[in-house]
């Protein structure tokens, strides 16, 4: 297996691309890239992630970094903990793949993305430890060998964190569903919303390893939506395995997904004098919608790249505050170094409190959407599907069909064997269509290669 990062950190089979031995590997190559006599490791639930957790963290103490060991806990509670500490950390986790899957997140000192400089480093030092062609000059030993310990529990203090996030207010008298994927977040989501004063039923908390997206999370609110309306709740929040994505439920049962949050969440902080810029961060994956409602109302949107890394170098760039994608992953840059899904949860929860009015009058007709088609191609080799003549030239026919009138985008997932198709266009039945032709031309290059 060729190691590189995707969009969000380097993912594999379990045991199979992602064996032990290269995990090590990658334990080593970060100490070696990111100096430090410290550095923190977290995993969500599933069942590899224990194994992998040791493996790299045994790759870090034998470069002599000590290693403190969080349990599960979400990939924003390891940013924050990183973040207060200052200090690097590692993450085992695969998000929303299935739970055969796995993966190794990175945060560089002070729980921030690494920059594309320092995960090429990190690749290059992986494959040559793989090829045989790096070692250590001089391996640790004695007292330069790094330790491994379990601290104190840093839930608490992070669950500190994201109350103290919605300034003293109470959620008293809203009822939340909250599903918490089976995943990292099955703790700490339903006692956050607790302990804010919320009435909650959680779903999807109950997590056996093998169970983590399986029908539940941010990628399955089906559940959810169902649960509320049963349950009349006045909203259901669902976060992914690893919690740094959010999608939301209103009382009957329509899923918002990130579009229409950040859309929310920008009017709000807009009116509230906390909209830095009054600009916000999406990638080319968000509806047309959302730019024309938000820029209807005075505030610019830049486009990025797909992935949290992106948007968050953007929001570095022009000090803005606010930055997400339509997956779920929202930034509010004063808060967290990441997207967090049990902070979104709270703030939108916040924010319907706040408002005295339903989530659902909150959101009804907030963002008029272009239709919009999405499709997945299974690819072995995405990258090389997607750069491939026929695609190309699919591309190009798809794009000259609809010129005027809508967009096309083509890429590799960075998180899994698929190639990404979305169609954009005002007709809806001729957006299909031209989903279908592209879908068609994709699969029979994917076959040749």
């Not at 339509?326 to 899904?341: E, K, N, Y």
């Not at 409190?353 to 909150?362: E, G, H, P, Q, Y």
Request: charge should be negative.
């Amino acid at each position: 297996m060729t190691v590189s990062f995707g969009t969000d950190g380097i993912r594999g089979v379990a045991n199979l691309e992602l064996t032990p031995e290269m995990v090590l590997a990658v334990g080593r190559a970060v100490s070696r890239v990111i100096p430090s006599e410290r550095f923190a490791a977290g995993r969500d639930s599933r069942r590899s992630s224990a194994m992998l957790q040791a493996a790299v963290a045994s790759g870090l103490a034998s470069e002599g970094a000590d290693v403190h060991d969080l349990g599960v806990l979400t990939t924003p509670g390891v940013a924050w903990y990183c973040e207060t500490e200052g200090i690097p950390g590692i993450v085992v986790s695969a998000s929303h793949n299935p739970f055969r899957d796995n993966g190794i997140k990175v945060f560089a000192t002070g729980g921030v993305k690494l920059d594309r400089n320092t995960e090429t480093a990190i690749e290059n030092e992986i494959h040559g430890q793989l090829a045989g062609t790096k070692r250590t000059p001089l391996p640790s030993s004695g007292h330069s060998v790094g330790r491994i310990f379990l601290g104190t529990s840093v839930e608490e203090a992070y669950l500190d964190h994201l109350l103290a996030c919605i300034e003293g207010r109470s959620l008293a008298g809203l009822a939340v569903v909250v599903d918490g994927a089976n995943g990292a977040a099955w703790k700490a989501l339903p006692e956050a919303f607790r302990r804010a004063g919320a009435d909650v039923v959680a779903i999807g908390c109950d997590p056996d390893g093998v169970n983590i997206n399986d029908g539940c999370g941010s990628t399955h609110p089906e559940m959810l939506a169902e649960e509320v309306v049963a349950m009349g709740a006045h909203l259901g929040i669902a976060v992914d395995g690893d919690g740094d994505r959010l999608v939301a439920v209103t009382s009957t049962g329509r899923v918002l997904d990130g579009d229409e949050l950040i859309a929310l969440f920008a009017l709000d902080m807009q009116e509230r004098g906390r909209l830095a810029g009054k600009t916000v961060a999406v990638t080319v994956m968000s509806n047309l919608g959302l730019t024309r409602v938000l820029r209807s109302r005075g505030i610019e949107v830049r486009e990025t790249p797909v992935g949290d890394r992106h948007i968050l170098e953007e929001m570095e760039m022009y000090g803005l505050s606010l930055g997400g994608e339509q997956s779920g992953h929202i930034v509010f840059r004063s808060l967290a170094t990441t997207g967090d899904g049990i902070l979104t949860g709270l703030l939108l929860a916040d924010l319907v409190v706040r408002k005295a009015r339903s989530l659902d009058d909150l959101t009804e007709g907030l963002v008029q959407r272009v239709p919009q088609v999405l499709m997945n191609v299974a690819a072995t080799d995405p990258g090389l599907v997607v750069s491939s003549a026929s695609a190309m030239d699919a591309l190009r026919a798809a794009e000259e069909l609809l010129v005027g009138t809508g967009r096309v985008l083509l890429r590799a997932s960075g998180t899994e064997a698929l190639v990404r198709v979305m169609v954009e266009c005002e007709n809806e039945e001729l957006a299909g269509k031209v989903a279908r032709d592209l879908v068609d031309e994709l699969v029979g290059a994917a076959s040749r290669i």
